[in-house]
């Protein structure tokens, strides 16, 4: 190998052409160079054959049996038309302690979202957000003619909700608020969320999206239903299937919200739920034990990152999600591409963090191989 350090081999072409040591290197992009920089690796634990997903949130065990079955069972009704989401909203509305009236079914929290952008389109105005945040329902918005006001996380990576406070304006309809947010895995404490909550909800809509609810085990988090089941009209609380329960693919979400709200958010739909989504949820909700397994699988892949985080010094956001966003102090798109060439599928760019990375948890084998191609390439 002469002079070619391990760290110049791992960081590919564009190291090793630094160091004038191009020639080594086959020309190839095929599995010859990918071969190379394996044996490099010196890896215990070997490189899967297929992609591991770490970018997008997904639970890696999911759907569950029980969802499965109800997918298998039902798969002949695919000729008909859309599903009646009446026990589904039913069963969601029990598990909430709200009354049914108060759900509404989308296809994916991505629909609720989206209409909730159509509703402020038509207001026009302003949103506020915390920056960075989940993006769906600001394009929406965006798109639809809305100003988005972006207010950077505090020094903690927490919401600035002073900051939020301040820069609301007259025109200012809604105030939207992911939490646990995404990319950044952190809660706002649950009795300044209610607080601020109520306080915005005098005078705009108040957008919570709730996605990564049912990860979340920490005592300062509270689920702002509660709000909604107590009476207020201007909040809208969103929570997905595509989580823990493991059926993105099946574009199962939902909307929280006063009936009245509920029925004009129903009128701007543009999706049906498809049968098999319906009923493989429905199934999903009642599967407590699947849930508990997620969870508990979760957190022991969590401890393997945020203990190699510890190991390195790395800086990361507590997590209380089914990710992590750790600073690993190097461009973004450049652990993207290193860790794909390893078979890992790491978070998309989340400006203006662009030397943090946020990676999804997979199994705590997968996580073992990301600590140890991570270590290999950066540490
Ligand atoms: C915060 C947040 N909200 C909503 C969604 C959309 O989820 P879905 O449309 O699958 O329910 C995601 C997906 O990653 C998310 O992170």
Same mark, same amino acid.
């Given at each position: ?108 929290? =991505?629909? *609720?979202?989206?209409? $909730? +952008? &159509?509703? !402020? @389109? ?119 299937? =595509?989580? *823990?329960?493991?059926? $993105? +693919? &099946?574009? !199962? @979400? ?126």
């Amino acid at each position: 190998m002469g002079n070619l350090t391990r760290r110049q081999i791992l960081l590919g072409g564009g190291a090793i052409v630094g160091a004038g040591l191009a020639p080594i290197i086959p020309a190839t992009t095929g599995s010859s160079a990918l071969k190379l920089i394996s044996a490099a690796l010196g890896a215990d634990i070997p490189k899967p054959d297929q992609l591991i997903r770490m970018s997008a949130n997904e639970n890696p065990y999911g759907p569950s049996r029980v969802a499965l079955k109800a997918i298998a069972e039902n798969i002949h009704l695919t000729n008909r038309y859309a599903a009646d989401p009446t026990n589904l909203i039913n069963l969601v509305a029990k598990i909430n302690n709200i009354s049914p009236d108060h759900v509404m079914t989308g296809t994916g929290s =991505s629909e *609720i979202l989206n209409v $909730a +952008g &159509m509703l !402020v @389109g038509l207001r026009q105005g302003s949103v506020v957000c915390a920056d960075p945040t989940y993006q769906a329902l600001l394009r929406y918005a965006a798109n639809a003619g809305v100003e988005i006001i972006r207010v950077r996380v505090a020094e903690g990576l927490n919401a600035d909700l002073e900051g939020m406070r301040k820069a609301v304006r007259n025109d200012t309809n809604m105030m939207y608020i992911v939490n646990p947010n995404n990319p950044i895995p952190s809660v706002i404490e649950k009795s300044a969320m209610k607080e601020f909550v109520l306080e915005q909800a005098q005078d705009r809509l108040v957008f919570v999206d709730e996605a990564y609810h049912e990860y979340v085990d920490n005592p300062d988090y509270e689920s702002m239903i509660g709000l909604i089941a107590a009476g207020h009209n201007n909040i809208i609380v969103s929570r997905t299937a =595509s989580k *823990i329960h493991g059926l $993105a +693919g &099946m574009r !199962v @979400g939902f909307g929280f919200a006063h009936p009245d709200l509920i029925n004009e958010m129903n009128m701007r739909k543009t999706g049906q739920q498809t049968i098999l989504g319906e009923r493989a949820a429905y199934a999903s909700y009642q599967d407590m034990e699947f849930q508990d397994f997620s969870r508990r699988k979760n957190k022991e892949s969590l401890a393997i990152v945020e203990g190699m985080c510890e190991d390195l010094g790395i800086r990361y956001a507590k997590s209380n999600t089914n990710f992590t966003f750790i600073e690993t102090g190097i461009e973004n798109a450049v652990v993207q591409e290193r860790m794909l060439e390893q078979g890992i599928l790491t978070g998309r760019l989340f400006p203006p963090f662009t030397t943090w990375s946020r990676i999804s948890m997979s199994t705590p084998q997968h996580m073992r191989y990301f600590v140890q191609v991570y270590k290999q390439l950066f540490a």
